[in-house]
């Protein structure tokens, strides 16, 4: 599974782009961002991915709306969602982080997963659900010396009681870039 929503995505235009997409098809590997969902089903359960880019315009809005809906209708019992938001090397969520964060709550998401400021923020639960603001960098190509090695990956182990969800335990795990 590939999330591909960050400010990245377009570096080699549009033909980067879908040569990007193409490959991972290819190889077999799902992705989503801003215009594609991807659903992870293993022994019955199925989890509905989603994502964006900085803020949600109403436009963005309503796509991510219908992308849960449409996740939710194919019987995906779980939706995370990837939010590409925030300020480089700020150490705190930005309100936009937040904003997109809520809505993507208000939507119907049970897991929001932040990256884009390259360092680790805060965790917050917003109407019960767990809400990372970045994680840090796992990797990062932008240079040889990032100012902050730093990062965390984050285990989420989701509880089900009869094919139903009842609970999502989060372990962070420390890494170095």
Known sequence: LAGLSNNHTLDYGA???ADTQAALE???VAYFDADHVAVWAHDGVMIGFTGSAFSLST?????LRQQMETLRD????????SMH?????EREPTSQQKTVAAHAVDMGADLVVGHHAHVVQGYALLEGVPVAYSLGNAVFGGNRDPRDYDALLLQAVFRF???VPDGVRLVFHPISV
């Open 15 to 17: 033909e980067g782009y």
């Open 26 to 28: 290819d190889a077999g």
């Open 59 to 63: 436009g963005a809005q309503k796509t």
């Open 74 to 81: 194919l019987g995906c019992q779980l939706i995370v969602h």
């Open 85 to 89: 938001a925030g300020t480089e090397y």
């Open 161 to 163: 009681e009869e094919g």
